[in-house]
DNA sequence: GTCTATACACAGATAGAC
DNA sequence: GTCTATCTGTGTATAGAC
């Protein structure tokens, strides 16, 4: 089964093109008008957001603090976004969008539900350590979201739980796993997935690779879910 | 076995000292002499500051803001902390200091491991809802705090790690419980344990009580650990 | 012990030169 | 497309009256 080099290897091309994507969003609001520039220095821009808003917080990072990480000043920030709460936004929006295609796209139909459930599992796993900073941010910030923004965060969340949920209703109609309450039983898989970006610290310390993770965590999840003990890894 | 309603009787006049606790270990710092108009004043500022920052962030919050919501000037405030981040530290403090002690106290040596790890799970979780605000306050605005305040956050949070992972040692030493990577098994109840806090929202959606939470996740739990199956609840 | 008034540093944002 | 210089609001914190 598949491990996070090899997903690495499949989805970077997806994972570069971020803000790129940001780009063709924004045009509107952005007034630098070549392509190539706005590439470049959005990246810059969002990478050095994400390092600095993990440190000490978005709202505690200043555009004076993100003009000196970026190397670009003021002036320049502000034709790539309108305002500090428009960079958030775009930062948010960017992120969540590659992540729900990405996990959509990881079910397959002819898969049974325990193939499907592992797969589901590594991808969200793999996806937040490939964008480790960013899948924090969106955590840690998203209490500084509007209400519309904030609204649709808690959507997309709902979304990505449901595609779990699902493939554990399918797995109990096909006696593979046992009945139960599958949306708090995908909570608790969601909640232990988000501590490996949120605890990065902690693993660190234990020396836990995100593959042994990965392993261990569908470990607990199978004892709970599979009527009997199958085959495991 | 004992659930949130009666948890809550018996750790209500613990939970009740907060600010009083406050006031001791704080005296040099506060300007304000009268400890019953301390301890008053102060519970109207942490509660003050948990609204307010749960909802927006500690750094969002401005002095102005707490003067409205405790109803207290800017002037009185600063009798009650040197500045703001002083504030935040004694939050932080505070709150720690008491889940500690709950914590160690309620693993009885002479009950089973199976015993000490529910009640230990139970525990937690029951403090977490019983001040769920100042759960919430500590986890989000860990990253606020200055270097060395962060090392003893850390510091306290291995802790409480090792008494759960003590727990899972001794299991497996008496044939109770499976062989397994403890710490890590350690941490993925933590994180279990952490999100109904933090996901707050969620649950309330799905309808389900802090009673129930508990026993659905050491159903999870106690599937994963135990050897064979055993009579639960 | 609490208030009002204020100091003054720093934030976000923009104008206009290059 | 990027820069420097600057406007203006808001932030934390304090002084001094009551």
Redesign the pocket.
Known sequence: MMNFAEFKKIVNLHIKSNSQDAFIENRKDI????EK??VK?LERIFDATLKIGNEKGFHA?????LSEET?????????YF????NLLVMLQKNGRDSFQQVLEQSVDKDDSPLENLRTVVKTHLFMSEAMQPRFYFTYMEGKNLNKSEKKIAVEHELNSDGIMTKILIQGEQQKIFKSGHHALTTALIKAMLNDWYLKRWKYAKLNVSVDEFADYLLDVVEAFCLIQSQTEG
């Open positions: 007034r630098v008008k070549k520039t706005v220095n990072m200043s555009m004076r603090d190397g670009l000043s003021m002036g320049a920030l502000y034709a309108t305002s500090k709460e």
